[in-house]
T-cell receptor
Framework: GNSVTQMEGPVTLSEEAFLTINCTYTATGYPSLFWYVQYPGEGLQLLLKATKADDKGSNKGFEATYRKETTSFHLEKGSVQVSDSAVYFC????????????FGTGTRLTIIP | SQTIHQWPATLVQPVGSPLSLECTVE??????LYWYRQAAGRGLQLLFYSVGIGQISSEVPQNLSASRPQDRQFILSSKKLLLSDSGFYLC?????????????FGPGTRLTVL
């Protein structure tokens, strides 16, 4: 079956540091890949997505590239801010018509000033 | 633009009591609708999804049920809550055109069963 493995947290960084949150997946076919962000006490918001190999999703300074050869979709940001503190979820959606979004366990990120 | 609402925002219920959580979507028609649960310290688990009125698919057997009485309304229910039902419940929607379309999430309901 499909699965998503995400970098264990929590992650604590200083403001303006470089961020990488690793995400690898197992899936048949050609899934779409997503990063969602959950701010404290809120629901999930779509951060970025990629629907085919070598696509790069980007939003709010975050980027992730769909790497089929390494089955990865790592999230990166060059200079984090305190407002980026949140829980980040990597997810995949199969292209076989299955309705199920498969999520990683989430990575809690805390940015200190 | 489309918006998704959930209520209540928080709920504290005793074990054995019934449950009804509501989710509505505005600004779109015939959406696919989903219920997820996020237990403390764990990822998200898909509970139910619906592709149309009266059509419900269950992903995980449990004491919860879902109903879709109207096109843009999705309800999560239980006749008798268990302690293990505590968690953060999220409703989501997506357009029904392509299976890879993005799912958009509501603000969630935090349920505590005592």
């Amino acid at each position: 079956g499909n699965s998503v493995t995400q970098m264990e947290g929590p992650v604590t960084l200083s403001e303006e540091a470089f961020l990488t949150i690793n995400c690898t997946y197992t899936a048949t076919g050609y899934p779409s890949l997503f990063w969602y962000v959950q701010y404290p006490g809120e629901g999930l918001q779509l951060l970025l997505k990629a629907t085919k190999a070598d696509d790069k999703g980007s939003n709010k300074g975050f980027e992730a590239t769909y790497r089929k050869e390494t089955t990865s979709f790592h999230l990166e940001k060059g200079s984090v801010q305190v407002s980026d503190s949140a829980v980040y979820f990597c997810a995949l959606l199969s292209n076989f018509g299955n309705e199920k979004l498969t999520f990683g366990t989430g990575t809690r990120l805390t940015i200190i000033p | 633009s489309q918006t998704i609402h959930q209520w209540p925002a928080t709920l504290v219920q005793p074990v054995g009591s019934p449950l009804s959580l509501e989710c509505t979507v505005e600004g779109t028609s015939n959406p696919n609708l989903y219920w997820y649960r996020q237990a403390a310290g764990r990822g998200l688990q898909l509970l139910f999804y619906s592709v149309g009125i009266g059509q419900i698919s269950s992903e995980v057997p449990q004491n919860l049920s879902a109903s879709r009485p109207q096109d843009r309304q999705f309800i999560l229910s239980s006749k008798k809550l268990l302690l293990s039902d505590s968690g953060f419940y999220l409703c989501a929607w997506r357009r029904g055109v392509q299976s890879t379309d993005t799912q958009y999430f509501g603000p969630g309901t935090r349920l505590t069963v005592l």
